[in-house]
T-cell receptor, first 115, second 113 residues
């Protein structure tokens, strides 16, 4: 069964360091999302890609976060420098397209702890 | 600001009972509605989706949608301890760039054996 892959599954870093997360969506899924989920809250959208283009990054803290999906397939989310408040689960999700109603499939997530 | 509201719980029900989870949303233009289950430390997994007013049943789960009241609910019949999880309500609506999904904060359900 096709799945969204993410790595690493867990990351511990010190504040001011750089971290990067990787996501490989389900093959053929044009839309890719990065969410941040703080404990006890729902997922919050950070960035949405349609193929290689960013269509929504309004909630992405652009002073420290960046995201890319160069070939419209896999994607990387980077944080530099990391801050204590960035500790959260980072979820990647994909769907066939954002232009119609269809299910989002989530990856297993990356649990980030910033010390 | 488009919002999705859920009671954080925890909602505690005995095994075999019906669990009722509720969600309200602010955007009247919302078009589709999803319920996800999330076990502690895991990623969300889709349980059901509903587009039209009324009820939709799938096994022990029933989703109910009332667009006039901007209300969607999930009923879990014959609740099992394995149903203990956080249930996230998600709402899709048209926004710049296509459909945008907004998640509620989730309701924690605890089913007592």
């Amino acid at each position: 069964e096709a799945e969204v892959a993410q790595s690493p599954r867990y990351k511990i870093t010190e504040k001011s360091q750089a971290v990067a997360f990787w996501c490989d969506p389900i093959s053929g899924h044009a839309t890719l999302y990065w969410y941040r989920q703080i404990l006890g809250q729902g997922p919050e959208l950070l960035v949405q890609f349609q193929d290689e283009s960013v269509v929504d990054d309004s909630q992405l803290p652009k002073d420290r976060f960046s995201a890319e999906r160069l070939k419209g397939v896999d994607s990387t989310l980077k944080i530099q420098p990391a801050e204590l408040g960035d500790s959260a689960m980072y979820l990647c999700a994909s769907r066939v397209t954002s232009l119609g109603d269809n299910e989002q499939f989530f990856g297993p997530g990356t649990r980030l702890t910033v010390l | 600001q488009k919002e999705v509201e859920q009671n954080s719980g925890p909602l505690s029900v005995p095994e075999g009972a019906i669990a009722s989870l509720n969600c309200t949303y602010s955007d009247r233009g919302s078009q589709s509605f999803f319920w996800y289950r999330q076990y502690s430390g895991k990623s969300p997994e889709l349980i059901m989706f509903i587009y039209s007013n009324g009820d939709k049943e799938d096994g022990r789960f029933t989703a109910q949608l009332n667009k006039a009241s901007q209300y969607v609910s999930l009923l879990i019949r014959d609740s099992q301890p394995s149903d203990s999880a956080t249930y996230l309500c998600a709402v899709n609506g048209i926004d710049t760039g296509g459909f945008k999904t907004i998640f509620g904060a989730g309701t924690r359900l605890f089913v007592k054996a």
